[in-house]
């Protein structure tokens, strides 16, 4: 069974730094891709950046140059490290996982983590 857990969420003031964390554990035979998506109140969920393995690091508009998403591929680990957050920032965080397990190539998904930027 693969999980993928999250941490590093919580309350931040605008201009402040968070740095969200993704430990995936499993039988997993490969890495495609790792990334974070992210759900405001009322909002559908939108991809904040993502990172294949071998490919393009890809960051949505709203976040290039503030966010830094990085891996360890040792630890089958995913960072997003945020600066200069913002109000707008605001929403819950979830980890995506696109690997590959003995049934093939599968997507997973963390629980989320809260992330609220408010003075």
């Known amino acids: 069974q693969v999980q993928l857990v999250e941490s590093g969420g919580g309350l931040v003031q605008p201009g402040g730094s968070l740095r969200l964390s993704c430990i995936t554990s499993?039988?997993?035979?490969?890495?495609?891709?790792m990334g974070w998506y992210r759900q405001a109140p009322g909002k559908q969920r939108e991809l904040v950046a993502d990172?294949?393995?071998?490919?393009?690091?890809y960051y949505a508009d709203s976040v290039k140059g503030r966010f830094i998403i990085s891996r360890d591929n040792a630890k089958n680990t995913v960072h997003l490290q945020m600066n200069s957050l913002k109000p707008e920032d605001t929403a819950v965080y979830y980890c995506s996982a696109n690997l590959w397990v003995a049934g093939g190539l599968r997507d997973y998904w963390g629980q989320g983590t809260q992330v609220t930027v408010s003075s």
């Open positions: 990172m294949p393995s071998g490919g393009i690091t």
């Open positions: 499993g039988n997993i035979r490969d890495i495609n891709a």
